[in-house]
């Protein structure tokens, strides 16, 4: 079995920052792709961006410039780095993993709140 386990959530105010952390864990021999999605009260799940094994990143027009992502594969970790945060980033925070051999997984979520 493979776990996935998001944490680092909390309530920010406006203009704050938040790190978030995802660790695998489980019967993992390599993890391509990772990524983080959002998906806020009401609405669809979206992307907010991925990394590849090498370090390669893409990033939802949204959060350019305020997130960055990055990953440790000795520890089968990735990071979203949340800089100037917004109401409107308010969301529950997935991560998910390509794993090889056995497909994707996603986390349970932690939730984001921004407020003042």
């Known amino acids: 079995q493979v776990q996935l386990v998001e944490s680092g959530g909390g309530l920010v105010q406006p203009g704050g920052s938040l790190r978030l952390s995802c660790a695998a864990s489980?019967?993992?021999?390599?993890?391509?792709?990772m990524g983080w999605y959002r998906q806020a009260l009401g609405q669809k799940r979206e992307l907010v961006g991925t990394?590849?094994?090498?370090?390669?990143?893409i990033y939802a027009e949204s959060v350019k410039g305020r997130f960055t992502i990055s990953r440790d594969n000795a520890k089968n970790t990735v990071y979203l780095q949340m800089n100037s945060l917004e109401p409107e980033d308010t969301a529950r925070y997935y991560c998910?993993?390509?794993?090889?051999?056995?497909?994707?997984?996603w986390g349970q979520g932690t939730q984001v709140t921004v407020s003042s």
């Open positions: 998910n993993a390509n794993l090889q051999w056995v497909g994707v997984y």
């Open positions: 489980g019967s993992i021999f390599t993890i391509h792709t």
């Open positions: 990394i590849t094994r090498g370090g390669s990143t």
